[in-house]
Structures are given as C-alpha cells and as structure tokens.
C-alpha cells in the first residue's frame, strides 16, 4: 500500500540558507501534519492543513511556513536557518474523519552547518 | 499543553522477556496512542486506545488505560531482537486534535 512520501530523504543546508521540505501524503488522506524531532527527542508538532487551510499550529517558528496544495501535498519552507533547525522533520497524513490516527512518513534529515 | 512521558526512558532486557512501558499524560484526551521508531526512522503507528477503554490487545501488544491516573502502559510480550526501537506515546485532545508525543523510551531487546 502507499505510504507518506517525503523529499528529499537527506538535506544539508548551511546557516542563512533556506530549504523546502515536501509531504505527498497517502492517497485520499486529505489532512497533513508536519512534525519536527531534535536529536534525541520526541517529536514536536507543528502544523497542520486540512484541504488546504491552516488546520492547527502548534511550535512552528516564525521563520517557517507551510502549505497544503489542491493535489494534497505540502511543502514545509525553511527561511534563515539555524544550527538548532537540525533534526528530523516528519510529516503524516489522515483522513479527516479519522484524524485519530495519523501515517507517518520517512522523514527528511536535515543539517544545518 | 498535556503531555506524554514515557517511564522508563531506556529499557534492556532478554530476548524471550516482556517490556512494560508507561506513559503519563497531564489533560483529559480522547486518545492515547503507541509509536515505534526504528532508529532515526519514521515513525510506525502500533495501536490506538480510546478514553473508553481500559484495555487493548494486537498480537503481542497489550495497552492498558487509566484515566483517573492518567497514564497508559504498553507490555510487548515476549520481545524479539526486532522489538529494538524507541517506542512513544502520544495523546490526542477532546478534539482529536492537538497531537502531543512524550519523550519516548528506548527499549533494547538482547539476542
């Protein structure tokens, strides 16, 4: 079955620069959540878009912005970045009306150097 | 926000022995969840347990759930080399909504 796809896989990235992280979700899921998890810790919600609107915000800073487009897929820009911008950065995807339970992608590894 | 904590952060044990696992959490939820995370790998959703139930089984997995502590536990009964992984919890508001991962615990399962 398809799962959450997620480009690229591995990213490097220096400080000031700015990356863009890609989410194509499960066929027919139209909610889309991204996530970011520190070297050793749990992940942190960001945000999240249902049919293309802002669904739910969580720790996303400023520098970051995000967007789900009419094919379902989002994009998570990275303007700026920061040393502590390295992590994992999950997104997943649900059916609306089953949002309970949520897919996860691979991740995309982002360093920041 | 409500939060997960997962109890103990790091685990070894046997292959053949079970690993119990324990979350609290701080809100009310309507959810609670289980992931597993091989290591820097995506995470794998391993089951859902609603704020109505007290107990849930899937294979070698048995959730157990106490609101009135606020706390969940995950047992894996007798664990595989393969159960190596970090395994969190994760709870969802009244909502639905507002999805909040604990710290997760790292268990290693000993050949």
């Known amino acids: 079955a398809a799962g959450v796809i997620q480009s690229p896989r591995h990213l490097i990235k220096e400080k000031r620069e700015t990356a863009t992280l890609k989410c194509y979700p499960i066929?027919?899921?139209?909610?889309v959540y991204w996530y970011q998890q520190g070297p050793g810790q749990d992940p942190q919600f960001l945000i999240s878009?249902?049919?293309?609107?802002?669904?739910d915000k969580g720790s996303i800073p400023d520098r970051f912005s995000a967007q789900q487009f009419s094919d379902y897929h989002s994009e998570l820009n990275m303007s700026s970045l920061e040393l502590g911008d390295s992590a994992l950065y999950f997104c997943?995807?649900?059916?609306?009306?089953?949002?309970?339970?949520?897919?996860f992608g691979a991740g995309t590894r982002l360093s920041v150097l | 926000s409500q939060q997960g904590e997962e109890d103990p952060q790091a685990l070894s044990i046997q292959e053949g022995e079970n690993a119990t696992m324990n979350c609290s959490y701080k809100?009310?939820?309507?959810?609670l969840q289980w992931y597993r995370q091989n290591s820097g790998r995506g995470l794998v959703h391993l089951i859902l347990?609603?704020?109505?139930?007290r107990e849930k089984h899937s294979g070698r997995l048995r959730v157990t759930l106490d609101t009135s502590k606020k706390s969940s536990s995950l047992l894996i009964t007798a664990s595989r080399a393969a159960d190596t992984a970090s395994y969190f919890c994760?709870?969802?508001?009244?909502?639905?909504?507002?999805?909040?991962f604990g710290p997760g615990t790292r268990l290693s399962v000993l050949p």
């Open positions: 347990i609603r704020s109505n139930e």
């Open positions: 878009f249902y049919e293309k609107m802002q669904s």
């Open positions: 997943a995807s649900s059916l609306r009306l089953a949002k309970n339970i949520q897919y």
């Open positions: 066929p027919r899921h139209d909610t």
């Open positions: 994760a709870t969802a508001d009244n909502y639905g909504q507002n999805f909040v």
């Open positions: 809100t009310s939820i309507n959810n």
